[in-house]
T-cell receptor
Framework: EAQVTQNPRYLITVTGKKLTVTCSQN?????MSWYRQDPGLGLRQIYY???????DKGDVPEGYKVSRKEKRNFPLILESPSPNQTSLYFC???????????????????FGPGTRLLVL | SQQGEEDPQALSIQEGENATMNCSYK?????LQWYRQNSGRGLVHLILIRSNEREKHSGRLRVTLDTSKKSSSLLITASRAADTASYFCATSSRGFQKLVFGTGTRLLVSP
């Protein structure tokens, strides 16, 4: 079954304790992305990756790191979590973000089930 | 930065009625997509409309795009209780390698 998986689904942690949220897709997608969703703010992009070893900042990258060593995996790392990172996190992937010169065509994104994080 | 803004923020209707949600955006786009989210779950793609298209249909969904007004609408016809969810528009802009989501419309369909 084609899917995006995230682990863990729920996590309670304390300030400063490093954590990693894993994301994996089995659709051979090139593009992967992380979002956080907060009430009244919708989804905001944290980081994205156009392909292996290619990552870039989204709108709210502060306090997060990512890596893309393999095509299928795109882990989100919180080196020193703080309470303002309490949120619902979604990983997403899409087949490609086709680049034609300066134009990038963003295709349908497939979302994981979400990770609910509470930082005390 | 937020690109899309949905209107209304919340909508409550009866089963069988039509539901219309609107999305406005600020910059030129390549395409606009609509997603649905059931409470606390991941988003599910509904429909994509490209900047050179004006209208698109998929089952009970009808999406329109007016690039001159920088707006789109999602119409769900003959709504069902199972349509209860939040609906988000998302835009892909030229030169930007990301999808920008609006804040969503919460739809409640009562039996």
């Amino acid at each position: 079954e084609a899917q995006v998986t995230q682990n863990p689904r729920y996590l309670i942690t304390v300030t400063g304790k490093k954590l990693t949220v894993t994301c994996s897709q089995n659709m051979n997608h090139e593009y992967m992305s992380w979002y956080r969703q907060d009430p009244g703010l919708g989804l905001r992009q944290i980081y994205y990756s156009m392909n292996v070893e290619v990552t870039d900042k989204g709108d709210v990258p502060e306090g997060y790191k990512v890596s893309r060593k393999e095509k299928r995996n795109f882990p989100l790392i919180l080196e020193s979590p703080s309470p303002n990172q309490t949120s619902l996190y979604f990983c997403a992937s899409s087949l490609r973000a086709v680049s034609t010169g300066a134009r990038v065509l963003q295709e349908t994104q497939y979302f994981g089930p979400g990770t609910r994080l509470l930082v005390l | 930065s937020q690109q899309g803004e949905e209107d209304p923020q919340a909508l409550s209707i009866q089963e069988g009625e039509n539901a219309t949600m609107n999305c406005s955006y600020k910059t030129s786009i390549n395409n606009l997509q609509w997603y649905r989210q059931n409470s606390g779950r991941g988003l599910v793609h509904l429909i994509l409309i490209r900047s050179n298209e004006r209208e698109k249909h998929s089952g009970r969904l009808r999406v329109t795009l007016d690039t001159s007004k920088k707006s789109s609408s999602l119409l769900i016809t003959a709504s069902r209780a199972a349509d209860t969810a939040s609906y988000f528009c998302a835009t892909s802009s030229r030169g930007f390698q990301k999808l920008v989501f609006g804040t969503g419309t919460r739809l409640l369909v009562s039996p």
